[in-house]
């Protein structure tokens, strides 16, 4: 526990000016992809686990995925971008597909392992980084959800919990904390939310609050789907970057998947 | 062979006219969808030769390549959409992130083989497509590649093969069948490409003969990768809706790999 919090003051002390000021020069976007390559990396070592594929293969994965990145946060910039993400899907499946041909060990179920990589790891950073780009106020949101459904998840399953969540991905949650994270989860996002005008002006206040208890919901589904994926491939931690929290996908899992829905949601706000 | 030259008459005499006039009322596009679909449910299919899930996840992928099949073919008559496309992205990883919390049978490797359906099924269909709605030759063009690339690779291989290609994924293709259907392939797709200026008329013989060369070397990896992928998963045909051919997977796996390279490059162009 000790480890973990001494970690987490590093953490902060790194990560606060990057988010308040990483705006400029491209720092955060930055940052973003150097989490979803090092996402990558851990992925694919986790993979290696059940299956070691020629190493190049891997390392062509982990820069693929920052091309991936890099194309999405990008394209938001550029005129008629949606050709561009569609020739970079293309690109990949022909790329993967030659690959399938020609390298013996790479099979049918490898071709998606390695699409899950490069989905899983560049879309949940990416949508963190355009979602910075687009307020400061958003990422607050999203980060606070993330992290206030963790904590309290935790406390309240360590004092009340009683029912297992869902033993076969994660065997030490409980229903009880489940709830905890999503009252108070939802509690703390909608007091910002509201505060902030975190999805403009015109929006009342059931509306934040029912999308604070869609994102802490979201959030523990996201730190699930992490677990899933370790419990697939009989992985404790995806590394020991963080120590006493694991690695990048230990540690962002959560936040990486409220950042996907949250862009979808704000996307569709500003289209509508 | 008589069933094969039948079925290969009868879809002659479907197709050509759907080429042909496809263009109106968005016959071609529907076509287009109806082969993805297809696709993917022969793809599906060929999984749960290895491992049955829950029946409603594989009809539900079969939709979401529908979905995103769509989304691909009509984003690019949509201003922004860029935007719609990275959503409908965004949205199936948390729409399978879900699955893979929820359903305990749902394991890291399926959450694979989905988005390998997705996208194997239908980014070749929505190249197809969209090429049509650019011109009615460049999809002549590639069909013409794809199939003389096929027919002499199969002919010279029968008379003059000696040496096998590349037995671990399909015994039966040699060498020198291959090389006999790079050359007519790249032949005949070149006198056509050089004839109708199918890439416009700023463009070098040269230029033609090369992208003929390349593309009908992918018409061949193309045919591969679908052999692979059965290889993998251990059936013969993906299905027998084209009696003597197979399935859609077999009957336009040449095409639609061709038809994801043909579209990079003529995006490549028109945005330069």
Redesign the interface.
């Known amino acids: 526990m000790k480890t973990r919090t001494i970690t987490a003051i590093i953490m902060a002390i790194v990560m606060i000016p990057i988010l308040i000021w990483g705006d400029h020069f491209q720092i955060f976007n930055l940052f973003c992809l150097l989490l979803s390559v090092g996402a990558a990396f851990e992925f694919r070592n986790m993979l290696r686990n059940e299956k070691k594929l020629p190493l190049w293969i891997d390392i062509l994965t982990v820069a693929m995925t920052g091309a991936l990145f890099s194309l ?1 946060v990008f ?2 910039t550029i005129p ?8 970079g ?3 990949l ?2 790329l993967y ?2 690959i ?3 390298v ?1 060990d790479f ?3 490898d ?6 990589t490069l ?2 790891c560049s ?2 950073f ?2 963190f980084a355009i979602l910075r780009h687009q307020s400061l106020n958003l990422v607050l949101y999203l980060l606070l959800v993330a992290m206030m459904t963790d904590m309290f998840a935790y406390f309240v399953g360590m004092k009340f919990g009683r029912h297992k969540l ?1 033993p ?2 994660s065997p030490k949650k409980s229903v009880e904390g489940a709830i905890g994270g999503l009252v108070f989860g939802a509690l703390f996002a909608s007091v910002f939310g509201i505060l902030t005008n975190v999805f403009g002006p015109d929006f009342p206040v059931l509306f934040v609050i029912v999308v604070s208890l869609v994102a802490s919901a ?1 959030s523990q ?2 730190d ?2 992490a677990s ?2 370790k419990r ?2 009989g992985i404790k931690d995806y590394s020991n970057l963080f120590p006493g929290h694991g690695g990048i996908l230990d540690r962002f899992d959560s936040s990486m ?1 409220v950042a ?2 949250l ?2 949601l704000v ?2 706000i500003a ?1 509508y």
């Open positions: 999405l394209a938001g008629d971008a949606w050709i561009f993400m569609t020739l899907f293309l690109f499946v022909i597909g030659i399938l041909v020609f013996n099979k049918g179920s071709f998606g392992n390695v699409l899950a989905l899983y879309l949940g990416a949508a869902i076969a991905v979201l589904i996201g699930l789907v899933k994926f697939s491939y998947f996907m829905a862009f979808v996307s569709l289209w």
